[in-house]
């Protein structure tokens, strides 16, 4: 066991040992190559650590550079930090290139240290990337998050509340896997609103269908989105009803009243055989008008094609067509949340309205 500046000089201290070591397997030593495309920073609890390595070593091929994996101890001595390092080369033609990994577990009252010491163990000049995984310790999330420069969450796994209240005490752009997985989905509902923009703006009923689970509520969020686009304030938001229904309201950008249902299965724990399943999206309904005219909009999963959703028109304007949603890994998914490093107001807004209608 070691005490926090010890630790930092040794794992220093080795890993520039390694990387000025030349490349032993080669015919003739040459130098070795650091593929450093960014930090990214993994923060959970013990029992998430083995899935975050099988992650980072995942996205190091595509996104390879310095990984920290973070984590807290209870059992540990409470000023003890405990490192070890281990470091990873592959060819690229006759170039070896090399990336390596960190993992740090901190005790309890050591975990307060814990921005100093990413700072010291990062590579400078390449962008920080932290993901708070469901179970981070909000104390190594807390002061983690303001030194980053792109905070990566799923909003499927953690309550919007707790990611909102990480997003007041940073100015990094967010990112959310999530996010990223219902794309389609926002995509195809702002679709209807293409060349009819005074429809956005004359929705008077919300309806979104979710399925069951014991994870967070997607609808939260999509009614956050839907909210922040189109200047909506959350007023009331019933208990739920028998069969899992919720019934909220809000006020439109004009003041008129908008009425919200989350309808679908209730948020129970999945059955035992799929004990990690998300919940999901399963469909949007929305009632605006069109020139004075009833318009009714759906964006709906088939029940036997989960993968594809039926996007309808009816009322002063008919349409029904078939959309694949389209599936991506979630490797794919990690990747996509952290290759943009601008600013993202449309997120941030989002989870804040999200949060907001949550918490009534």
């Given at each position: 066991m070691s005490r926090v500046a010890e630790v930092i000089k040794r794992v220093e201290s080795e890993l520039a040992e390694f990387w000025s070591a030349p490349d032993e397997s080669r015919a003739e030593p040459a130098p070795k190559t650091r593929a450093s495309t960014m930090n990214f920073v993994a923060v959970g609890s013990r029992a998430e650590v083995e899935r975050l390595k099988e992650q980072a070593e995942d996205l190091a091929e595509t996104h390879a550079g310095r990984t920290l994996l973070i984590t807290l101890d209870d059992r540990l001595d409470p000023l003890t930090v405990q490192a070890d390092w281990s470091a990873t080369c592959r060819r690229a033609g006759e170039v070896p290139i090399c990336y390596d990994r960190v993992e740090i577990t901190f005790g309890v009252a050591a975990a307060e240290r814990v921005a100093s010491v990413v700072s010291a163990l990062t590579i400078s000049d390449v962008a920080v990337i932290v993901e708070l995984a469901p179970g981070a310790p909000n104390v190594l999330g807390d002061a983690l998050a303001p030194i980053c420069d792109r905070l990566v969450f799923d909003s499927a796994e953690t309550c919007i509340e707790r990611i909102a209240e990480v997003a007041r005490e940073t100015k990094a752009p967010l990112a959310d896997r999530a996010f990223v997985r219902t794309f389609s989905f926002r995509e195809l509902v702002a679709r209807f609103f293409d060349d009819m923009?005074?429809?956005?703006?004359?929705?008077?009923?919300?309806?979104?269908?979710?399925?069951?689970?014991?994870?967070?509520?997607?609808?939260?969020?999509?009614?956050?989105?839907?909210?922040?686009?189109?200047?909506?304030?959350?007023?009331?938001?019933?208990?739920?009803?028998?069969?899992?229904?919720?019934?909220?309201?809000?006020?439109?950008?004009?003041?008129?009243?908008?009425?919200?249902?989350?309808?679908?299965?209730?948020?129970?724990?999945?059955?035992?055989?799929?004990?990690?399943?998300?919940?999901?999206?399963?469909?949007?309904?929305?009632?605006?008008?069109?020139?004075?005219?009833?318009?009714?909009?759906?964006?709906?999963?088939?029940?036997?094609?989960p993968g594809t959703v039926r996007w309808t028109m009816e009322g002063a304007r008919s349409a029904d067509h078939l959309h694949p949603l389209g599936y991506r890994d979630e490797t794919w998914v990690l990747a996509k949340t952290i290759d943009s490093l601008e600013g993202d107001r449309l997120l941030r807004e989002a989870v804040l309205a999200a949060a907001e209608w949550s918490a009534l």
């Open positions: 923009p005074e429809a956005s703006r004359a929705i008077r009923r919300v309806e979104i269908a979710r399925s069951a689970g014991a994870k967070p509520d997607p609808a939260a969020l999509f009614l956050g989105w839907m909210g922040s686009r189109l200047g909506w304030t959350f007023e009331s938001r019933g208990p739920a009803q028998p069969g899992g229904g919720v019934v909220g309201r809000a006020r439109g950008a004009d003041g008129a009243p908008i009425e919200i249902a989350l309808v679908g299965a209730p948020s129970a724990p999945p059955a035992p055989a799929d004990p990690q399943a998300w919940r999901r999206l399963d469909g949007v309904r929305l009632w605006t008008s069109l020139r004075g005219e009833p318009l009714t909009l759906g964006c709906v999963r088939l029940d036997k094609a």
